[in-house]
């Protein structure tokens, strides 16, 4: 199950966002996917939560989002389209955070088209 409880898509790795020149994490499980990151990519949008006692820094819901559309190339621009109709549909969105994090990300003008759609 995803954190953020928006689309279908059972995740086979879990993503992690590392700065630059950091070793990368050696797990068996869970299967991980490292994307280097630094600036407002790495730093923005992070909420910490609580698992097992630990406090885990997970992007919110609106970066979260911006992410699928930045790496829709690998992860399918389906499972972006429908990140964001349903994040929006469940009110787990604002526009003005979309717009903010798809500008950290640069990804306003793959965004936009798809952002006019869910607000008509």
């Known amino acids: 199950m995803n954190r953020h409880c928006i689309g279908t898509q059972a995740p086979f790795e ?7 020149n950091t070793p990368t994490p050696r797990l068996d499980q869970p299967a991980l996917r490292v994307e280097r990151r630094s600036g407002p990519a790495l730093t923005e949008g992070i909420e910490p939560i609580e698992i097992d006692g630990l406090q ?3 992007f919110n819901a609106s970066k979260t989002v911006a992410d699928c559309f ?6 399918g621009l389906d499972v972006a389209l ?6 929006w549909a469940q009110r787990k969105l604002t526009m003005d955070a979309l ?9 306003v003008n793959v965004m936009w088209p ?3 759609s869910v607000t008509s």
Not at 70 to 75: E, Q, S
């Open 56 to 58: 885990v820094p997970v």
């Open 70 to 75: 930045k790496f829709c190339n690998k992860i």
């Open 14 to 20: 879990v993503w992690l966002a590392i700065p630059p």
């Open 114 to 116: 798809y952002l006019e």
């Open 82 to 87: 429908e990140a964001l109709r349903e994040g």
């Open 99 to 107: 717009w903010h994090y798809a500008a950290v990300n640069r990804v």
